[in-house]
């Protein structure tokens, strides 16, 4: 049932992101945005850690806490030129460096995607899922995701659900990671009468 | 000159020369382990400060934990020859890269530096150098020859700790 529940994960991120780019193409004026084939793995802590190319390049991440009838993590990274181009687009063109401004634009950005992300999954299982005030960092990837991996207490087993998706050629691109709660995960599967998983 | 990379959980070790290097530390705590007379360097990537609450009796990586991956530095450093009494500790990390998110009322970071510190002190290992806690990610290396560890970060000078 393994690669059952896998497939299932990749719907689940599939219907995530589409929702959450979705919402993120209505604030940049209709820049469409593409897919990529969502990615759902279970590794080994190990392989974990190295999910995330490119350790020291520089990234703005979002990351937030998810509560309610599933609990997790979920995190939207993007490298820094993307981010810059995004709070160019958000803020037409008025900001052309990361400062205060950019920084809230950026946060406020993720969390509506990651919202929409949420609201997707919650009213396709009618369940619950609420995220936390998001928070938001820039860094180096590795430090970035290092400390995602650490808030959501990472065991030897970790259950990754990863959508990449770019926009306007790729001057924008950027991942959507949700974490689910491994004891969750059930609870989704049984909602969708997928119980065997 | 050989550049070993220390990936989180991970331990590794040098002797005479070559240099240890972990990047992207951010919650995470590096700790290196120095005996200059025999000149053993090895270097952990400490994730989380205790290993009670991981599921299984056997722990596949030591070097995961404060409580466990310190005990693992110090036996692999004697492995390569270095002497307990002489070893000298340096760290970097244990940053809160999103401190707007309460997930816990200390800072996994905190509490990394303080399990680490902790379990050092129990071995009596003293630090000689350190680069902890504050919000941003940081870069270790560590050159095994003269004991220098050299921390970098976004955007800040290179310093020496």
């Known amino acids: 049932m393994y690669d059952a529940k896998l497939d299932f994960l990749r719907e689940l991120g599939n219907i995530g ?24 793995r279970m590794l080994p802590f190990e392989e974990a850690a190295d999910f995330i190319g490119g350790l020291e390049q520089v990234v703005a991440g979002i990351f937030v806490a998810v509560s309610g009838d599933v609990s997790g993590h979920m995190a939207f990274i993007l490298p820094i030129d993307s981010a810059m181009t995004l709070v160019r687009l958000l803020t037409s063109g008025q900001n052309e460096e990361l400062d205060e401004m950019a920084l809230s634009a950026l946060q406020e950005m993720g969390n509506i995607m990651i919202t929409s992300y949420l609201n997707a999954l919650a009213s396709m299982t009618d369940m619950v899922f609420a995220p936390s005030v998001p928070g938001i960092a820039i860094d180096m990837a590795g430090a970035v995701w290092q400390s995602v991996l650490a ?47 | ?56 009796s056997t722990i596949t990586s030591p070097g995961k934990y404060a409580d466990t991956g310190i005990p693992a530095l ?28 309460n997930l816990n009322s200390v800072s996994i970071g905190e509490q990394n530096i303080a399990a680490v510190i902790k379990n050092l002190s129990n ?27 050299c921390v970098t970060a976004i955007g800040k000078e290179p310093i020496e700790i």
């Open chain 1, 17 to 40: 992101t589409g929702h959450a780019t979705t919402a993120l193409s209505q604030m940049l004026q209709g820049k469409l945005f593409q897919l990529v084939v969502p990615d759902a």
């Open chain 1, 151 to 197: 808030g959501a207490q990472a065991a030897d087993e970790v259950t990754i659900i990863r959508t990449d998706f770019y926009a306007d050629g790729s001057a924008i691109e950027g991942h959507i990671i949700f974490l689910p709660d491994e004891e969750d995960f059930v609870k989704i599967a049984r909602v969708m009468g997928l119980e065997d998983m």
């Open chain 2, 1 to 56: 000159m050989e550049e070993l990379f220390v990936n989180m959980g991970q331990i590794r070790s040098l002797k005479s020369t070559g240099v240890l290097t972990t990047v992207g530390l951010g919650s995470c705590v590096g700790v290196t382990l120095y005996d200059s007379v025999a000149k053993v360097g090895v270097m952990g990537h400490i994730f989380l400060p205790t290993s009670r609450g991981s599921n299984g």
């Open chain 2, 74 to 101: 110090i036996e692999q450093a004697v492995k390569l020859g270095a002497q307990k009494r002489r070893l000298v500790a340096k760290i970097a990390g244990g940053a809160n890269l999103f401190p707007n998110l």
């Open chain 2, 123 to 149: 071995h009596n290992i003293p630090i000689v150098g350190k680069d902890v806690a504050g919000n941003h990610g940081r870069k270790m290396r560590f050159f095994v020859e003269t004991g220098r560890v």
